[in-house]
């Protein structure tokens, strides 16, 4: 009588090794996902955070925000978008406070998409807050998993 010897796997073990893949990419991609869009709002970090020192010396040097006249972006040169940031605006600016926002453009991840980050100085810009501390349009808010651990 000859031995049968199996060679290569059975069906059932090649149905578990998939399995198992799926599994693992069914918790992987989510997670890497949100990898993507934290790393994207960084750039929104990085684009208003240029404004800060520029910002301070204008209030140092005027007294207000709003002498000659409304301060805009224009008027501090820099980046005003990037690869995932649409655009970036001086809004809420009277006397000593000012909002910086970075909407986010269509390059972005989905769920950042039109989002905005912002930062705000109530104080001529010595003093910086971002996240729950800083309002944006309604439905325009960036999930606070995605800020940086500073605005959670």
Do not use: H
């Not at 970036?88 to 910086?100: G, I, L, M, R």
């Not at 950042?112 to 439905?139: M, Q, Y």
Request: glycine content about 10%.
């Amino acid at each position: 009588m000859t031995k049968y010897i199996q060679s290569g796997f059975t069906l059932i073990e090649l149905m578990i090794v998939v399995a198992i893949i799926g599994i693992l990419a069914a918790v992987a991609i989510p997670s890497y996902q949100d990898y993507t869009a934290r790393a994207q709002v960084t750039e929104g970090v990085s684009l208003t955070s240029q404004y800060k020192t520029s910002l301070a010396e204008y209030y140092s040097a005027r007294g207000d925000f709003v002498t000659p006249a409304v301060i805009t972006v224009a008027d501090f040169g820099g980046n005003t978008s990037g690869k995932y940031v649409g655009s970036v605006a001086f809004t809420n600016v009277t006397t000593n406070t000012v909002q910086v926002e970075a909407t986010f453009g269509a390059g972005a991840a989905a769920v950042l998409r039109t989002s905005i980050f912002a930062i705000s100085s109530n104080d001529g810009g010595n003093d910086w807050e971002c996240g729950a501390n800083v309002v944006a349009p309604p439905g325009l808010a960036i999930d606070s998993r995605f800020m940086p651990a500073n605005c959670r």
